[in-house]
């Protein structure tokens, strides 16, 4: 049996792009695709089972909020979800335990590796920095994946006791040095031609390891967000990142 998926953004860049990987699939069944003034009752009638949310941090709230509630599993790309927010979506879940939420900074598979390749370095070098690139529409910054890296070097550090990271600056115009999450600074780059992309530069005494991610077309991310729809009925209550889908061990 076919799972039932309705897409939220579906005339955005990702939505259009799930669309048509889910369409290509045996085991996934498109019935509704909405966009910007369609009724989320449509979500209800259409009988989805697992909701994709590819629309914007204005609207992903009370997106997530209706579904949840009306027992639909949610997949969620939609930048902009702080911790306040994933409280929230703990509490709905919380009410609707046989629901599951993913939401996940990346759906890149790659990327999602380059981020935990990156926190494992993060353990033996004294320094990282972290250097974002995307296009010009992009709404939030630094993106999602850059804080969630920059939160996986942070703990990852502190699971070996690390000691804070050495920056001598002490004068600097505004912005310079970038945002800083944690000990990890992050730096925003907005370029026409742009995609997705990211860079962790680590560095130590005598060396240098940068390792990158570089999402070259959008199709790039259909595999994970497959993923994520097949997985996310399985695993109830919130899950944040897709890694927790995949076997890394």
Same mark, same amino acid.
């Given at each position: 049996?076919?799972?039932?998926?309705?897409?939220?953004?579906?005339?955005?860049?990702?939505?259009?792009?799930?669309?048509? *990987?889910?369409?290509?699939?045996?085991?996934?069944?498109?019935?509704?695709?909405?966009?910007?003034?369609?009724?989320?009752?449509?979500?209800?009638?259409?009988?989805?089972? /697992?909701?994709?949310?590819?629309?914007?941090?204005?609207?992903?709230?009370?997106?997530?909020? !209706?579904?949840?509630?009306?027992?639909?599993?949610?997949?969620?790309?939609?930048?902009?979800?702080?911790?306040?927010?994933?409280?929230?979506?703990?509490?709905?879940?919380?009410?609707?335990?046989?629901?599951?939420?993913?939401?996940?900074?990346?759906?890149?598979?790659?990327?999602?590796?380059?981020?935990? !390749?990156? *926190?494992?370095?993060?353990?033996? !070098?004294?320094?990282?920095?972290?250097?974002?690139?995307?296009?010009?529409?992009?709404?939030?910054?630094?993106?999602?994946?850059?804080?969630?890296? *920059?939160?996986?070097?942070?703990?990852?550090?502190?699971?070996?006791?690390?000691?804070?990271?050495?920056? *001598?600056?002490?004068?600097?115009?505004?912005?310079?040095?970038?945002?800083?999450?944690?000990? /990890?600074?992050?730096?925003?780059?907005?370029?026409?031609?742009?995609?997705?992309?990211?860079?962790?530069?680590?560095?130590?005494?005598?060396?240098?390891?940068?390792?990158?991610?570089?999402?070259?077309?959008?199709?790039?991310?259909?595999?994970?967000?497959?993923?994520?729809?097949?997985?996310?009925?399985?695993?109830?209550?919130?899950?944040?990142?897709?890694?927790?889908?995949?076997?890394?061990?």
């Amino acid at each position: 049996m076919s799972i039932k998926v309705a897409v939220l953004g579906a005339k955005g860049r990702m939505g259009v792009e799930s669309v048509k *990987a889910i369409s290509r699939t045996s085991d996934l069944e498109i019935v509704a695709q909405l966009d910007l003034g369609d009724s989320l009752d449509l979500l209800v009638s259409s009988g989805a089972q /697992v909701v994709v949310d590819f629309t914007h941090p204005d609207s992903v709230m009370g997106n997530l909020e !209706f579904a949840i509630n009306n027992g639909m599993s949610v997949v969620v790309g939609t930048t902009g979800i702080d911790s306040t927010k994933l409280e929230k979506v703990k509490k709905w879940l919380a009410a609707n335990p046989k629901v599951g939420a993913l939401v996940a900074p990346n759906f890149g598979l790659g990327a999602v590796l380059m981020m935990q !390749f990156a *926190a494992q370095a993060s353990k033996y !070098f004294e320094t990282v920095e972290i250097v974002e690139l995307h296009h010009t529409a992009k709404a939030d910054a630094p993106s999602g994946t850059a804080t969630r890296t *920059a939160e996986l070097i942070n703990d990852a550090r502190k699971s070996v006791k690390r000691a804070p990271m050495p920056d *001598a600056t002490t004068s600097e115009l505004d912005g310079a040095r970038g945002a800083k999450i944690g000990d /990890v600074h992050i730096h925003s780059v907005r370029l026409r031609g742009l995609v997705a992309h990211q860079e962790v530069i680590l560095g130590d005494t005598g060396e240098t390891l940068s390792i990158r991610h570089d999402s070259i077309d959008r199709t790039g991310f259909m595999p994970g967000v497959l993923l994520a729809i097949r997985e996310v009925g399985k695993n109830p209550g919130l899950t944040f990142g897709l890694e927790h889908y995949m076997d890394l061990n």
